[in-house]
T-cell receptor, first 114, second 114 residues
Framework: GAGVSQSPSNKVTEKGKDVELRCDPI?????LYWYRQSLGQGLEFLIY????????KSGLPSDRFSAERTGGSVSTLTIQRTQQEDSAVYLC????????????FGSGTRLTVV | AQSVSQHNHHVILSEAASLELGCNYS??????LFWYVQYPGQHLQLLLK??????LVKGIKGFEAEFIKSKFSFNLRKPSVQWSDTAEYFC????????????FGTGTRLKVLA
């Protein structure tokens, strides 16, 4: 596609439920990243994919968070047993080659846990 | 640990005023440097980047940034701001060796008064 597409754009969920966030990167971009943007916290790195593998998942805050990428394209970020502190905007970005040259960001998914 | 500091969290300027947003990073090795901008209601966009060569880089919309290696700084400048520059600005650094840590600052909210 023309840009990085994320769905849903907004998600409200009850505490304790699981959620799945989807990212469709730009076609042909091999590198894909997930970030979390919280009010006043800047961008927090979560995980980086190169192809289908994740060489760096050091930013995942707990084992309730997981992500996968299939076919070198679509990625899904799953949060299990959501907590209120998980409320944030989850951003996906992709890059044609790798992390060194800048990303194209999606519009994000705003997750609210009530 | 590597970090990126943006000292100004909120900046308010009148139109035509000059802008300088500070960005300092802590990392002893080689880095690539970026500024991203997020206009209200829009996704993050790459404003400019520095990899090597001339330390003064020019980006879109009249922005420029200067890399001063001795000061570990990459400050963003614009000689004359416009109301449409109202946005949040993020500095980012990526280390070019090892695990390619991509680190964002906490952002600076710029409001330009018409």
């Amino acid at each position: 596609g023309a840009g990085v597409s994320q769905s849903p754009s907004n998600k409200v969920t009850e505490k304790g439920k699981d959620v799945e966030l989807r990212c469709d990167p730009i076609s042909g971009h091999t590198a894909l990243y997930w970030y979390r943007q919280s009010l006043g916290q800047g961008l927090e790195f979560l995980i980086y994919f190169q192809g289908n593998s994740a060489p760096d998942k050091s930013g995942l805050p707990s084992d309730r968070f997981s992500a996968e990428r299939t076919g070198g394209s679509v990625s899904t970020l799953t949060i299990q047993r959501t907590q209120q502190e998980d409320s944030a905007v989850y951003l996906c970005a992709s890059s044609e080659t790798g992390p060194l040259y800048g990303y194209t960001f999606g519009s994000g998914t705003r997750l609210t846990v009530v | 640990a590597q970090s990126v500091s943006q000292h100004n969290h909120h900046v308010i300027l009148s139109e035509a005023a000059s802008l300088e947003l500070g960005c300092n990073y802590s990392y002893g090795g080689t880095v690539n440097l970026f500024w991203y901008v997020q206009y209200p209601g829009q996704h993050l966009q790459l404003l400019l980047k520095y990899f090597s060569g001339d330390p003064l880089v020019k980006g879109i919309k009249g922005f420029e940034a200067e890399f001063i290696k001795s000061k570990f700084s990459f400050n963003l400048r614009k000689p004359s701001v416009q109301w449409s520059d109202t946005a949040e600005y993020f500095c980012a650094v990526i280390t070019t060796s090892g695990t390619y840590k991509y680190i964002f600052g906490t952002g600076t909210r710029l409001k330009v008064l018409a």
